[in-house]
């Protein structure tokens, strides 16, 4: 048994091809759009491109019913955010290495499917040798909790290494679908708390929904934790869509505009 932590990888972001987008400038007449944008800044300028787009509204006059426009990035994104023209942030999406976390997270993770893509580690096919497990800072002012917890967890990996053995999953030419069978078998006697792992990847509408609702102080304390690391790396990432939150005494990241 190893004690772990969760860890959050971010491994994609949006990347623009500039040289398209000044293409299509070109033709509509929108060209000064480029020269007031820092190209460094793909997320956030893809959703400005998209919010754009949908108005005409690169310069003053390319559309008739546009007059004037907001030139400074900053206070063009704050308008998207309090107008709720959030359609236009599904666009740009991240993907992120979930490590070390548990089934208790994965299986409440699942449960955001609108505007995210899941790959998760399959136990049916990777077999448990170890078990990893994280445990809660406050668990080690509790000894004995602690100290049972561990024999429990110790006695629940010896037997995963003794089924294999009893399986014979080491031998030379067993079938993979015979490893795969009992491996699937093993899985249902590791604890709900293993650690393992998920690719995950969401738009910035939905992590901006997830990150406001998996810190609120009702969350399950893994999930907060790794949602205000998710949090902080938006932030970085996206400082123009993401600036907007406060993050009070208990944890909870609390949105300047809500329900975008």
Same mark, same amino acid.
Request: negative net charge; hydrophobic residues 35%; charged residues 30%.
């Given at each position: 048994?190893?004690?772990?932590?969760?860890?959050? !990888? +971010?491994?994609?972001?949006?990347?623009l091809?500039y $040289?398209?987008?000044?293409? !299509?400038?070109?033709? #509509? /007449?929108g060209e000064?759009?480029?020269?007031?944008?820092?190209?460094?800044?793909?997320?956030q300028n893809? #959703?400005?491109?998209a919010?754009?787009?949908?108005y005409?509204?690169?310069?003053?006059g390319?559309?008739?019913?546009?007059?004037r426009i907001r030139e400074?990035q %900053?206070?063009?994104?704050?308008?998207?955010?309090?107008?709720?023209?959030?359609?236009?942030?599904e666009?740009?999406?991240? *993907?992120?290495v979930?490590?070390?976390v548990?089934?208790?997270? *994965?299986?409440?993770?699942?449960?955001?499917?609108?505007? *995210?893509?899941?790959?998760?580690?399959? +136990? @049916? &096919?990777?077999r448990? *040798? $170890?078990?990893?497990?994280? &445990?809660?800072?406050?668990?080690?002012?509790?000894?004995?909790?602690?100290?049972?917890?561990?024999?429990?967890l110790?006695?629940m990996?010896e037997f995963?290494?003794?089924?294999?053995?009893?399986?014979?999953?080491?031998?030379? %030419?067993?079938?993979?679908?015979?490893?795969?069978?009992?491996?699937?078998?093993m899985?249902?006697?590791?604890?709900?708390?293993?650690?393992t792992g998920?690719?995950?990847?969401?738009?910035? @509408?939905? +992590? @901006?929904?997830?990150?406001?609702? @998996?810190?609120?102080? /009702?969350?399950?304390?893994?999930?907060?934790?790794?949602?205000?690391r998710? /949090?902080?790396?938006?932030?970085?990432?996206?400082?123009?869509?993401? /600036?907007?939150?406060?993050?009070?005494?208990?944890?909870e990241?609390?949105?300047?505009?809500?329900?975008?």
């Amino acid at each position: 048994m190893q004690s772990v932590q969760p860890r959050v !990888y +971010l491994i994609s972001a949006p990347a623009l091809d500039y $040289d398209e987008i000044e293409e !299509y400038l070109n033709e #509509v /007449g929108g060209e000064s759009w480029l020269r007031r944008i820092d190209e460094d800044d793909d997320a956030q300028n893809l #959703v400005e491109f998209a919010g754009r787009f949908c108005y005409r509204s690169w310069e003053p006059g390319l559309n008739p019913n546009v007059t004037r426009i907001r030139e400074d990035q %900053g206070k063009y994104l704050e308008n998207i955010l309090s107008s709720r023209h959030g359609s236009v942030l599904e666009h740009a999406q991240f *993907t992120f290495v979930l490590h070390n976390v548990s089934r208790v997270f *994965t299986h409440e993770q699942v449960r955001h499917r609108v505007g *995210t893509a899941i790959s998760q580690e399959s +136990l @049916r &096919f990777v077999r448990l *040798t $170890d078990l990893p497990f994280w &445990f809660p800072d406050w668990t080690d002012e509790d000894e004995e909790l602690k100290s049972r917890a561990v024999k429990l967890l110790q006695k629940m990996e010896e037997f995963q290494g003794w089924m294999a053995e009893r399986f014979g999953l080491d031998n030379p %030419g067993v079938p993979f679908s015979e490893k795969k069978a009992k491996t699937s078998f093993m899985r249902r006697f590791a604890p709900e708390g293993v650690a393992t792992g998920m690719v995950w990847s969401a738009n910035l @509408r939905t +992590l @901006r929904h997830t990150i406001e609702s @998996r810190t609120a102080k /009702g969350a399950e304390e893994e999930i907060r934790i790794i949602f205000d690391r998710i /949090g902080r790396i938006m932030q970085q990432e996206c400082p123009l869509l993401f /600036g907007d939150y406060e993050v009070n005494d208990e944890g909870e990241w609390i949105p300047g505009w809500r329900k975008v």
